[in-house]
């Protein structure tokens, strides 16, 4: 029997979830400065181990067969290099364009269940994915202002991502959530500290207590995340995800000295609009292929 909605419980949820994950960018924005971005998605990710040992006895217990585990390693593959890029754009741009640009996944997701998986695209929403790729020339604007490398970065990092949630799909319907969450968290860790020990320097308490605050901000998200995909319908609590843009803004021009680019709202809107559009066409179909903006979080 299918729970009945709760959209205020699921709007308040998801509200919630774009702070913690804006936290996330805050800490990382000004804790992660001084370590090498593989260093410090290493130490993030490490750290964030501890939320797992409730479940540490049924990680051991698992049986699996070989397919699945090659599955996990080549998500776990595609989310490290992806996760690493990610710091490194958040030391590079400003807060907003990071987050702007992370509303990319699911379109991405689009496109690659259509390549990957067979997926038809119906023409509204071929134009939906097209209205957010004109969201990212709005944003980057190239021929007017330089194109950075944190930007190469954010744009290699949406791809990345995508290509850890469509190989998740076929994981999550023969795995429990809780297990292919781990196991993301596991495969990463080991993934990235081969990357950390190139580039390594000494870490500082500071540190050490900035990368832990990071994985306590990304568990927590990922929790009211949840809570909120278990109140609501995902058409009601994803144009909830705007405030997480408005609050990267305030952000950015309050702590970091970045003020407001309104071409970076504009193409936020154009992205953050056609996503909205997609999951609403989803809803209505009685299906989800595409993720909402926020389930491929780091």
């Known amino acids: 029997m299918t729970s009945p909605s709760r959209p205020v419980q699921g709007i308040l949820w998801m509200a919630v979830t774009g702070l913690c994950f804006i936290a996330v960018t805050a800490v990382v924005k000004h804790g992660a400065q001084d370590l090498p971005a593989a260093q410090a998605a290493f130490l993030r990710y ?16 698992v049986r699996m067969p070989a397919r699945d585990w090659g599955l996990f390693a080549t998500r776990g593959a595609a989310h490290t290099l992806g996760v690493t890029l990610w710091f490194f754009a958040m030391t590079q741009i400003p807060i907003a364009e990071v987050t702007a640009m992370n509303y990319l996944n699911p379109v991405y997701v689009t496109l690659g269940a259509a390549l990957v998986l067979g997926e038809k695209l119906a023409a509204r929403r071929l134009i939906a994915v097209g209205v957010a790729l004109f969201g990212v020339v709005v944003i980057l604007r190239p021929g007017f202002r330089e194109v950075q490398l944190g930007h190469a970065a954010m ?8 290509v850890s949630y469509l190989t998740a799909k076929p994981l999550s319907d023969r795995h429990p959530a809780t297990l292919v969450v781990a196991m993301l968290s596991v495969t990463v860790t080991i993934g ?21 605050l990071v994985a306590a901000f990304a568990t927590a998200g990922h929790y009211t995340m949840t809570r909120a995909f278990a109140a609501a319908p995902i058409a009601v609590t994803q144009p909830v995800t705007f405030l997480q843009m408005v609050w990267a803004v305030l952000l950015g021009w309050a702590l970091f000295d970045e003020p407001p680019d309104l071409f970076v709202v504009l193409g936020a809107a154009l992205i953050i609009g056609s996503v909205t559009f997609i999951a609403w066409r989803e809803s209505r179909l009685k299906r989800q292929v595409t993720p909402p903006v926020l389930a491929v979080k780091h």
Do not use: Q, Y
């Not at 490490?46 to 217990?61: D, E, I, K, Q, T």
């Open 46 to 61: 490490l750290l964030g181990l501890v939320f797992l040992l409730p479940l540490l006895r049924s990680l051991v217990a």
């Open 155 to 162: 744009l290699l990092t949406a791809v990345l991502f995508a």
């Open 192 to 212: 990235l500290a081969p990357l950390a020990a190139l580039v390594w320097v000494p870490p500082t308490l500071a540190d050490l207590g900035w990368m832990f």
